[in-house]
């Protein structure tokens, strides 16, 4: 190849010269081509990598998703007094639901009559002349009406 490269226009023709410039174009197509192979080999490995990270990526926020629903069902259903499903309370038979739950105060000690002013509708009920404090804040006001319903029977 050195001594055709020399003087190219006296070996152009030559056969031992048209050989090894086609030998040569042959050695390099091969090289060209591993080295081809070898740089889709290397993409084919990226291209895997970063589907398996989209993959976990996508299968994260799928869990974070689920978990983040079933965290707004238990706050919901806690409203209403139900446990969500898997806790040892969904196993308990009154806990179908929204049952209504009759709760009766034991008998204390009779109410002071002193204070108490006649009902306005003439029953015989005593009537104390205090208002209820305002709430601290709206959650805390919030519990309080659901404590209220819950020991009113829920209406």
């Known amino acids: 190849m050195v001594r055709c490269s020399q003087d190219r226009a006296k070996t152009r023709y030559d056969a031992e010269c048209i050989n090894a410039r086609q030998a040569v174009a042959r050695v390099q197509a091969k090289e060209e081509a591993a080295e081809k192979a070898a740089l889709e080999a290397r993409s084919e490995r990226k291209r895997s990598a970063l589907r398996r990270t989209q993959e976990a990526a996508r ?18 259903l806690a409203q209403f007094g139900v446990a969500p499903p898997g806790t040892e309370a969904a196993n308990d038979p009154l806990a179908d639901g929204n049952v209504p739950v009759a709760v009766v105060p034991e008998a204390t000690e009779e109410p002071d009559t002193a204070d108490a002013q006649p009902a306005i509708d003439g029953g015989n009920a005593p009537v104390v002349d205090s208002a209820p404090e305002p709430p601290a804040s709206d959650l805390e006001s919030i519990r309080e009406e659901l404590r209220r319903r819950n020991e009113d029977g829920g209406d």
């Open 59 to 76: 299968e994260a926020r799928r869990r974070a998703a689920e978990a983040q629903r079933l965290r707004e069902e238990a706050e919901y």
